[in-house]
């Protein structure tokens, strides 16, 4: 890793046929920046990073970096060799030490099979030899503890036989371990659970190199983030610090900028004015006067243009106060008891989360409260009343060949508005920042990100009473899921919410339903934050009980005969090349110690030998203490 790199991104464009994305976009990334992109979906957030990585996909980008700069992208669809192992996939890089690592995991597999064949051994024991001399023991540590960090254990399956959240944690750890001074990342915590994710945090932040991430978690982005990159009005404007100092600022700003707006449009009209009244003696001071004009009416068009505040200002439906009355449940579903002998009522404005691992039933919970899945047995009462707006986690029912507009008005039309008037399907379609041009657009043109704020108005306007949202956040930009929480606290009726994003949870929910799996769900009135925390702390209370456990049963019966008394042959070997390896370096340690006394040389050169210099006394002092080690066994 070399020091004080810095990436400078200038003109970067992108038209798609009429529509422009961004236009003469510049910033700059520097060493240690951690940066987050915000923007609507649909603004070019990801088209953005891709440009960034593959010029190419830009109509225009210039970019300024050092000759070994190295960037590596983790993309929210990781493309991964399905036939490769998870060890394979993550060491797949061209670095030496990768290829290196793979070929030992696959002489490591072979030995473990057939330990007494002399051909296996041979080259077991040449790869190790070679890992000895390329210092690689660590990084293969350093990946397997990560891998293990992000929940992937079995590191012999191949990729294809991994869920899809597993795939994704695969990449992310194939993108973590590499040499980059840039690491890009298209929404990095999706699939992680809480622990990974407050991992990743604290990797993150101890990154040597640079960061620059999309996400649509607040609590994320607030830990990690020193800047904010906020792409709209196809432009980028930048923010220093954090999540929160963001919007203190945006605050600020937007209060500034429409003070100063007003103030230019009533200057505007007033020329106007003047211009119309048709002023016949136009000497020296009139044409100023024309030249001030023109020049105020080119600014306000060159502005971006104060837009409607995206909103939900659409009607409720009266509810009761019966809404789902669960009486001895029970339910088997692919394999699985998703509930079992389940009690519980649900009632007139109740906003209950509902978590718990992958796999453990949620979905399938409100597939069953929408009347999509029977129950085995038992009873599922719905209030007369009740009418559900389910918002699943997949876009159904949108044809791709079908315009913005006309989907919307096959849904609803003239729909009921909070003051008791209507709205047509164009006028909510402006509401949720879809203009006139996005309007007559095809369905398949839009982004995902789109189509799931498009696909959350078609829920709205059917007016529903009951909402039952799962995994909403995936997929929704930061403001579209500010205003959906404002309207969740406004909302006169019931919300059962699936979700893994604490910050969500956090603002909409009070209590939660936790399925264990096996069946078993327990409510909680603590906050999601709240929960994730007490259950940390229990894990962390019962490792170490497990662990002292361990040790005095190690203590208690372990024979002293199991004790290490030699050296292994591999192990033997490389004793025998530690310590010519270890006076090598102090000879290279002397020099770069010279060189740094050595007044001719520039600041550049001086610091390039300091970090030769540490590497090589960090390298040191992990083979001596290796050295220490291998001699207590030495005969």
Do not use: C
């Not at 211009?275 to 105020?296: E, H, P, S, Y």
């Not at 606290?489 to 979700?499: E, L, R, W």
């Not at 020099?591 to 960090?618: F, P, S, V, W």
């Amino acid at each position: 890793m070399n020091y004080l790199k810095t990436l400078n991104v200038t003109n970067a464009s992108k038209n798609f046929g009429d529509r422009t994305l961004f236009k003469d976009v510049s910033f700059t990334i520097n060493e240690n920046d951690r940066i987050g992109l915000l923007g609507l979906n649909g603004v070019g957030k990801t088209t953005l990073l891709d440009g960034i990585v593959n010029n190419e996909d830009l109509n225009s980008i210039d970019i300024e970096k050092p000759k070994t700069y190295k960037i590596t992208y983790l993309k929210q669809q990781p493309e991964l060799d399905e036939k490769l192992s998870v060890t394979d996939a993550v060491f797949a890089g061209e670095n030496e030490q990768f290829k290196l690592i793979r070929k030992y995991e696959r002489a490591l597999n072979k030995f473990n099979q057939n330990s007494t064949d002399q051909k296996i051994q041979k080259e077991f024991f040449d790869l190790q030899e070679k890992m000895n001399a390329a210092d690689a023991w660590q990084m293969e540590s350093d990946v397997k503890a990560i891998l293990n960090k992000l929940g992937i254990v079995e590191l012999d399956k191949t990729i294809e036989e991994l869920s899809g959240g597993q795939q994704r944690r695969v990449a992310l750890a194939q993108t973590l371990i590499s040499d980059a001074d840039l690491l890009i990342l298209d929404e990095p915590t999706n699939h992680l659970d809480y622990q990974a994710i407050d991992w990743l945090e604290g990797y993150l932040n101890k990154f040597k190199g640079s960061v620059m991430f999309v996400t649509h978690d607040r609590y994320f982005l607030n830990k990690v983030a020193n800047r904010i990159f906020e792409l709209e009005h196809r432009n980028v404007t930048e923010y220093d610090g954090n999540y929160e100092k963001y919007l203190q600022q945006k605050a600020a700003n937007e209060a500034n900028m429409a003070a100063v707006q007003h103030h230019k449009t009533q200057m505007y009209k007033k020329e106007l004015d003047w211009m119309r009244a048709g002023v016949k003696a136009r000497g020296t001071k009139q044409q100023a006067r024309i030249d001030r004009f023109n020049d105020l009416k080119d600014d306000l068009a060159d502005k971006p243009q104060a837009q409607m505040e995206m909103s939900i200002d659409i009607a409720q439906q009266r509810l009761g106060n019966d809404v789902f009355k669960i009486d001895d449940a029970k339910l088997h579903f692919d394999d699985k008891d998703i509930i079992d002998d389940f009690n519980y009522l649900v009632s007139k404005g109740d906003r209950i989360g509902i978590t718990g691992s992958n796999g453990s039933g949620k979905t399938t919970f409100l597939n069953v409260l929408a009347g999509k899945i029977p129950l085995d047995s038992g009873n599922l009462k719905v209030g007369q009343t009740v009418k559900i707006g389910y918002f699943t986690q997949y876009t159904e029912d949108m044809d791709p060949d079908k315009r913005v507009i006309r989907y919307l008005e096959g849904i609803g039309q003239n729909v009921e508005s909070v003051d008791g008037g209507h709205m047509s399907a164009s006028q909510l379609l402006d509401t949720f920042k879809f203009d006139h041009q996005m309007q007559g657009a095809f369905i398949r043109e839009l982004s995902g990100g789109e189509k799931r704020r498009l696909y959350l108005l078609a829920i709205l306007i059917t007016q529903p009473n009951v909402l039952l949202l799962d995994e909403p956040t995936n997929n929704l930009d930061i403001e579209t899921l500010t205003i959906l929480e404002d309207y969740i606290a406004d909302f006169k009726g019931t919300v059962m919410a699936v979700s893994h994003d604490r910050y969500f949870l956090d603002k909409i929910a009070s209590k939660l339903l936790i399925f264990k799996g096996n069946g078993r769900i327990v409510e909680s009135y603590d906050s999601y934050s709240g929960y994730l925390k007490e259950m940390a702390e229990q894990e962390q209370a019962k490792h170490q009980e497990t662990k002292a456990k361990k040790s005095a049963e190690s203590n208690e019966n372990e024979p002293k005969a199991t004790e290490k008394t030699k050296l292994t042959y591999a192990e033997e070997i490389e004793f025998k090349k530690l310590e010519p390896e270890i006076e090598r370096l102090d000879d290279e340690i002397s020099d770069l110690k010279q060189q740094l006394n050595n007044e001719g040389n520039d600041y550049t050169q001086l610091m390039d030998y300091q970090r030769q210099l540490d590497e090589a006394n960090q390298k040191a002092d992990h083979l001596m203490e290796r050295w220490e080690y291998l001699g207590q066994f030495e005969e």
